[in-house]
């Protein structure tokens, strides 16, 4: 059909040259996707009819991952060379329908759970007393917890057995130095990994990074602890190191397996002999 032929379609009541009737045409947009039953000239679709004609939500999250299932069966099907980056989707319609699903998602649970168990209201603060224990949000444990490093903090002969620096002066100083090296942490992890098991020193610091917050938020809140001080002080820096190994041994003795699955799942490649 040439661009300057009209399709049989109609909207006028008649019927096509093709003898089909009003009754089986159907509107099509862009691309020539049906969109929906066309009104005759002299009536005004009703509120129903434009409903039924909408794509709501769920229809486009429905369509979105069926498409997108669809894609990655049919190129891996088709293709004996693949690579990860290749199945990706565009924007609009895939990204967008899917990340309104799930913020929708996070946002009706935050409204049901304020709606069903809105918080307690305490009595109002006294501001002649003083709390017997002063906490910061729980959030922030581990920068409180920073603070309490006193034992860390030398003595110096030099001075005479006095300290370089204030216990305050020196908890402020190690916020900084564990913030500045979590800010560095993008820039010297430039790979292009994706999984722990690709890169497993740098997993195994995010793995120790965050027993350590763990630990050093307990720390902060010693009082409440029912644990000896030094005790407790010790597995604060010995459960990271723990922790951290345990992880990098294990994906470790992973790697090799995995990358060797990883290979003949993308590239099809021969086992080795």
């Keep these: 059909m040439s661009p300057t032929e009209e399709s049989p379609l109609r909207t006028d009541g008649g019927v096509d040259d093709a ?3 009003p009754e089986d045409t159907s509107a099509t947009t862009d691309g020539g996707v049906p969109a929906g039953p066309v009104a005759p000239d002299n009536e005004t679709p009703t509120w129903r009819e434009r409903k039924e004609r909408t794509t709501g939500l769920s229809r486009l999250t429905y369509e979105y991952f069926e498409r997108a299932r669809y894609e990655d069966q049919t190129v891996r099907q088709s293709s ?10 565009p924007t609009w319609p895939h990204e967008t329908v899917r990340n309104l699903s799930i913020a929708s998602f996070f946002v009706g649970m935050m409204l049901f759970l304020s709606a069903t168990m809105p918080p307690h209201i305490g009595p109002p ?4 007393s003083t709390p017997a224990i002063i906490l910061p949000d729980w959030y922030l ?21 006095q300290k370089l620096m204030a216990d305050r002066t020196y908890g402020v100083l190690a916020n900084g130095v564990v913030v500045g090296f979590i800010a560095l942490v993008p820039f010297l992890n430039k790979g292009s990994a994706r999984r722990p098991v690709e890169e497993p020193f740098w997993a195994a610091v995010g793995i120790a990074g ?28 010995l459960l990271p190191i723990v ?6 041994a294990v994906l470790k003795t992973m790697r090799e397996g995995y990358m060797y699955n990883l290979n003949r799942r993308y590239y099809r490649l021969r086992p080795p002999k």
């Excluded at 603060?125 to 002649?128: K, L």
């Design 243 to 248: 922790f951290g190994t345990v992880t990098y």
């Design 141 to 161: 444990y581990w920068s409180f917890g920073l603070l309490k490093l006193n034992p860390l903090n030398p003595d110096l002969a030099i001075l005479g057995g």
């Design 210 to 237: 965050v027993v350590f917050a763990l630990t050093i938020s307990l720390l902060a809140v010693k009082n409440l602890v029912p644990m000896n001080v030094d005790l407790l002080f010790d597995l604060t820096f």
């Design 80 to 89: 004996d060379y693949i690579e990860r980056d290749v199945l990706a989707f």
């Design 125 to 128: 603060a006294n501001p002649s």
């Design 19 to 21: 003898g089909g009737t």
